[in-house]
């Protein structure tokens, strides 16, 4: 293993020291939220106590400082993903809302019958169904990039589907049901011959990876706070400037204005253009936080370290008889999806959880994955860098536990 210190990590979060059940929490969730740092609950909390404030609009002191934490949040934001300037980082409450914005903003405009929008075989419903809204509404097509037995896309396929007709790409870039890593930058450089903008959730991989949207060359990109260790509620889409402007707002109302009469309406520049009525304050401003936190540490060690913890989960699952793992693809981060002969994930779940272990179980907000891999729903581990070997091997004998229950 690295020299990764995973002790004093762990002192950061201090919700990962209590007990559940009797046992100590071993929090393998982490794709579903992951769990937040006392620097980040300290800013929330320093946020509320000393400058809460509605932004923007006031001339008085309180006012100015809350617009001035908010503000400074997007600062980080866009120094964090590499943005070339704040006006593309808009606040969103997450990666949902990003994805619809895009689709309602950009799709609504610029896509018409029988034009193409291709996404994959692995998205999350986030990922789905926009698109879908926006196919029916507009009589375009929906074409999905196929993925083998391994949970990999099929990338001559997706070369293949490629034509005159696309008018957008959207694709996840680590998939939460999988962990499968897509070669996203590859994948964006093929749409681009076609003149196609690519949108990239990254819900999975900002927590997971080093994002740096100028070599990526994305279009947009999206996520949520509450996966990289910031509150609920926080978010970002990321898009390039040029095709920001160009688009509809997606909501109407306060602060995305510049005037309003009866007669007509003037849209604010960016990116209050996108950001209609009070946003997530705190919850920003806690995202800016937990940017502060990443920033502190050595994110390439927590990288490593995280890949090792699912390369033996992974080891240690795969060797336990009655365990089959759903996704095996050669480039993985963070997510090990498993299922038990004749023992339904649900159950699987539940008796995890009698002895404090968190995993999540069900389709994840990926049906089409689990009808791929005809199985009705996983258990799912999900890893962060603050979780440890040790807790690996509690899953492990948990699982074998379960087994033997069901034996
Ligand atoms: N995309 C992926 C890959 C996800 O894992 C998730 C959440 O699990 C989402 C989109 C939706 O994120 P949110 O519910 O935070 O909007």
């Given at each position: 293993?690295?020299?990764?210190?995973?002790?004093?990590?762990?002192?950061?979060?201090?919700?990962?020291s209590?007990?559940?059940?009797?046992?100590?929490?071993?929090?393998?969730?982490?794709?579903?939220?992951s769990?937040?740092?006392?620097?980040?609950?300290?800013?929330g909390?320093?946020?509320?106590?000393n400058?809460?404030?509605?932004?923007?609009?006031?001339?008085?002191?309180?006012?100015q400082?809350?617009?001035?934490?908010?503000?400074?949040?997007?600062?980080?934001?866009?120094?964090?993903?590499n943005?070339?300037?704040?006006?593309?980082?808009?606040f969103v409450?997450?990666?949902?809302?990003?994805?619809?914005?895009?689709?309602?903003?950009?799709?609504?405009?610029?896509v018409?019958e029988?034009?193409?929008?291709?996404?994959?075989?692995?998205?999350?419903?986030a990922n789905?169904?926009?698109?879908?809204?926006?196919?029916?509404?507009?009589?375009?097509?929906?074409r999905?990039?196929?993925?083998?037995?391994?949970?990999?896309?099929?990338i001559?396929?997706y070369?293949a589907?490629l034509?005159?007709?696309?008018?957008?790409?959207?694709?996840?870039?680590?998939?939460?049901?999988l962990?499968?890593?897509?070669?996203?930058?590859q994948?964006?450089?093929s749409?681009?011959?076609?003149?196609?903008?690519?949108?990239?959730?990254?819900?999975?991989?900002?927590?997971?990876?080093?994002?740096?949207?100028?070599d990526?060359?994305?279009?947009?990109?999206?996520?949520?706070?509450?996966?990289?260790?910031?509150?609920?509620g926080?978010?970002v889409?990321?898009?390039?400037?040029?095709?920001?402007?160009?688009?509809?707002?997606?909501m109407?109302?306060?602060?995305?204005?510049?005037?309003?009469?009866?007669?007509?309406?003037?849209?604010?520049?960016?990116p209050?253009?996108?950001?209609?009525?009070?946003?997530a304050?705190?919850?920003?401003i806690?995202?800016?936080?937990?940017?502060?936190?990443?920033?502190?540490?050595?994110?390439?060690?927590?990288i490593?370290?995280?890949?090792?913890l699912?390369?033996?989960?992974?080891?240690?699952?795969?060797?336990?008889?009655g365990?089959?793992?759903?996704?095996?693809?050669?480039?993985?981060?963070?997510?090990?999806?498993?299922?038990?002969?004749?023992?339904h994930?649900?159950?699987?779940?539940?008796?995890?959880?009698?002895?404090?272990?968190?995993?999540?179980?069900?389709?994840h907000?990926?049906?089409?994955?689990?009808?791929?891999?005809?199985?009705?729903?996983?258990?799912?581990?999900?890893?962060?860098?603050?979780?440890?070997?040790e807790?690996?091997?509690?899953l492990a004998?948990?699982?074998?536990?379960v087994?033997?229950?069901?034996?």
């Amino acid at each position: 293993m690295s020299n990764w210190d995973v002790e004093k990590i762990r002192r950061d979060f201090p919700v990962l020291s209590q007990k559940v059940n009797g046992n100590p929490l071993v929090y393998l969730d982490n794709a579903a939220s992951s769990q937040v740092p006392n620097i980040v609950i300290e800013r929330g909390s320093e946020y509320l106590k000393n400058e809460h404030s509605n932004i923007h609009r006031g001339v008085h002191y309180l006012s100015q400082k809350a617009t001035t934490a908010y503000e400074g949040a997007r600062e980080k934001v866009k120094r964090f993903i590499n943005a070339r300037d704040v006006k593309e980082c808009i606040f969103v409450r997450g990666c949902t809302e990003g994805i619809n914005l895009v689709a309602y903003g950009y799709g609504r405009k610029f896509v018409g019958e029988g034009d193409e929008i291709i996404i994959s075989a692995m998205e999350h419903h986030a990922n789905i169904v926009p698109w879908q809204m926006l196919a029916e509404e507009k009589g375009c097509v929906l074409r999905v990039i196929p993925m083998n037995q391994r949970g990999e896309l099929i990338i001559d396929e997706y070369e293949a589907m490629l034509n005159e007709r696309t008018k957008f790409v959207s694709i996840v870039h680590i998939s939460n049901a999988l962990g499968t890593l897509n070669p996203v930058k590859q994948m964006i450089e093929s749409a681009h011959k076609f003149g196609v903008p690519v949108l990239v959730d990254a819900a999975q991989s900002v927590p997971h990876s080093i994002i740096d949207v100028q070599d990526l060359d994305c279009d947009f990109l999206t996520f949520s706070g509450h996966k990289m260790f910031a509150p609920t509620g926080s978010g970002v889409l990321y898009g390039k400037q040029e095709l920001l402007e160009t688009m509809n707002p997606f909501m109407g109302g306060g602060d995305m204005i510049r005037t309003v009469t009866f007669e007509k309406t003037t849209y604010a520049g960016l990116p209050n253009k996108f950001e209609a009525g009070t946003p997530a304050i705190a919850s920003n401003i806690g995202l800016g936080a937990a940017i502060d936190y990443l920033n502190s540490i050595d994110r390439q060690s927590a990288i490593a370290y995280e890949h090792e913890l699912v390369e033996y989960a992974t080891e240690k699952l795969s060797a336990i008889e009655g365990v089959k793992l759903i996704g095996t693809a050669r480039e993985k981060a963070s997510v090990v999806s498993f299922t038990i002969e004749n023992v339904h994930p649900h159950d699987i779940g539940t008796i995890l959880d009698q002895q404090g272990i968190a995993v999540r179980a069900g389709h994840h907000c990926a049906q089409p994955v689990m009808q791929f891999f005809q199985v009705p729903a996983t258990a799912r581990a999900s890893f962060a860098f603050y979780n440890t070997r040790e807790e690996v091997d509690v899953l492990a004998d948990a699982v074998q536990k379960v087994i033997e229950v069901f034996a």
